[in-house]
């Protein structure tokens, strides 16, 4: 049970009061480990096939190698940068066209999201010196505030079009 870490009462949701997963959980992010645990988005959202799209469609568009790309946004540049120095981006002959592997892009998905939901903010006890941080975000309107982050991610990416 996730509980706030100041009075170690469990953290409920604010629209229903439930203690458990409800509809109202949007994302479940466990900070420690960085990874998405849950919520309304966990099978709902594929950035990774959003931002390889756009990466690719930018590398055709202007002519990478030659021309690297700049992003206004410093976590956008930081994973462009991942992909480039760390050899996850490649052209296939055989395929005629670029492949990349997209890195972690978590730090990209909740740095968008706190923009649009706060946070509760919570610890999960899960043995003597096995404390993991949460951030734990309620909607009332998943589906809508799922458009909207999505549409802010691609905000993001038109910027360096």
């Known amino acids: 049970m996730i509980t706030n870490p100041d009075t170690e009462e469990p953290i409920a949701c604010p629209y229903c009061e439930s203690e458990e997963n409800c509809e109202h959980l949007f994302a479940l992010y466990d900070v420690t480990f960085d990874s998405l645990d849950g919520g309304y988005i966990f099978d709902k959202i594929d950035l990774e096939e959003l931002l390889t799209e756009f990466f690719i469609s930018q590398i055709n568009k202007c002519g990478y190698p030659a021309n690297p790309l700049e992003f206004e946004n410093e976590t956008l540049q930081a994973l462009w940068e991942e992909i480039l120095y760390e050899d996850r981006c490649n052209f296939n002959a055989e395929k005629n066209e670029w492949e990349i592997d997209i890195p972690n892009y978590n730090l990209l998905l909740f740095e968008v999201l706190d923009d649009l939901i706060y946070p509760e903010y919570g610890e999960f006890e899960g043995g003597p010196g096995q ?19 999505i549409k802010r991610i691609k905000a993001l990416l038109e910027v360096c079009s």
């Open 131 to 149: 404390t993991s941080s949460y951030r734990i975000y309620y909607t009332e309107n998943p589906e809508e505030d799922l458009n909207s982050l």
